[in-house]
């Protein structure tokens, strides 16, 4: 036996017990300081949730803090990503999942609109392109947008 026996351990709770890593209170003042950046100098802040000691119950907490907002949106590549307003103007939940509904990560992004919806040049181009073709009389509309 070595002597390590000797020393008492009290295990608390169970593993069922929902856990706060009391990380919700720096991560709100983190978000008021993101909100202030874009407000002043239009900067964005995109925070990952899975990057950090952040629990189940920190998540619920921090949804119930924010509440819900008026704008909700899905987007479908390679799987799900559901971008969420929250009741902030501007603070937005971005989940992403696999093509089974599994959770890839989670993101705070605090921004006017997520970059995720926002239209790359090169597709602004190809539209253009398309459109021109569908008003010179050469292709149809879904046509183009197929090609």
């Known amino acids: 036996m070595s002597g390590l026996d000797s020393i008492p351990v009290v295990v ?23 909100l202030q950046d874009l407000l002043t100098a ?49 603070v937005w939940l971005i989940e992403h999942q696999d093509a089974e509904g599994r959770r890839l990560t989670l993101h705070l992004e605090v921004t006017r609109i997520p970059e995720i919806l926002v239209t790359p040049e090169g597709d602004i181009a190809e539209a253009l392109d398309i459109l021109k073709g569908v008003n010179a009389g050469s292709r149809d509309l879904e046509d183009g947008a197929s090609s």
Do not use: H
């Not at 856990?19 to 993101?34: C, G, M, S």
């Not at 950090?52 to 924010?66: G, H, I, K």
């Open 12 to 34: 608390e709770g169970d593993a069922g017990t929902p856990v706060r890593t009391e990380n919700l209170k720096p991560l709100l003042l983190q978000i008021e300081q993101a």
């Open 42 to 90: 239009g900067t964005s802040t995109v925070v990952d949730l899975g990057a950090m000691p952040f629990s189940n119950r920190d998540e619920e907490d921090l949804r119930r803090q924010l509440g819900e907002g008026e704008v909700n949106a899905m987007l479908n590549a390679f799987g799900p990503t559901v971008i969420q307003e929250t009741g902030l103007p501007g």
